[in-house]
């Protein structure tokens, strides 16, 4: 099966950035759309990024700007590079990915990011 381990999270202020990693095994790259998905307390998880199969990015229009998707296929690796972070974008961040064979998607443990003065 998929596992995905993210890293990366940590406590910045405002106007900070960080570069969350999602490692991935099981499954190449080249296979697998995998996005980041983000939960506050008191809110509804949502997604911020995702990138496809074949390389298609998308951001959610709240991180549009400051956030941006990427991959590197050689170390089976989904990065999330947020720039200009604000306190509303505080969450514990959750990687997923699907294989077009999967019933079922997967998903990372989370990595708790804070953004605070």
């Known amino acids: 099966q998929v596992q995905l381990v993210e890293s990366g999270g940590g406590l910045v202020p405002p106007g900070g950035s960080l570069r969350l990693s999602c490692a991935i095994s099981?499954?190449?790259?080249?296979?697998?759309?995998v996005g980041w998905y983000r939960q506050a307390p008191g809110k509804q998880r949502e997604i911020v990024a995702q990138?496809?199969?074949?390389?298609?990015?998308s951001v959610a229009d709240s991180v549009k700007g400051r956030f941006t998707i990427s991959r590197d296929n050689a170390k089976n690796t989904v990065y999330l590079q947020m720039n200009s972070l604000k306190p509303e974008d505080t969450a514990v961040y959750v990687c997923?990915?699907?294989?077009?064979?999967?019933?079922?998607?997967?998903w990372g443990r989370g990595t708790q990011v804070t953004v605070s003065s």
């Open positions: 997923n990915a699907r294989r077009l064979t999967d019933t079922q998607s997967s």
């Open positions: 099981g499954s190449f790259l080249s296979s697998t759309t």
């Open positions: 990138i496809t199969r074949v390389g298609i990015t």
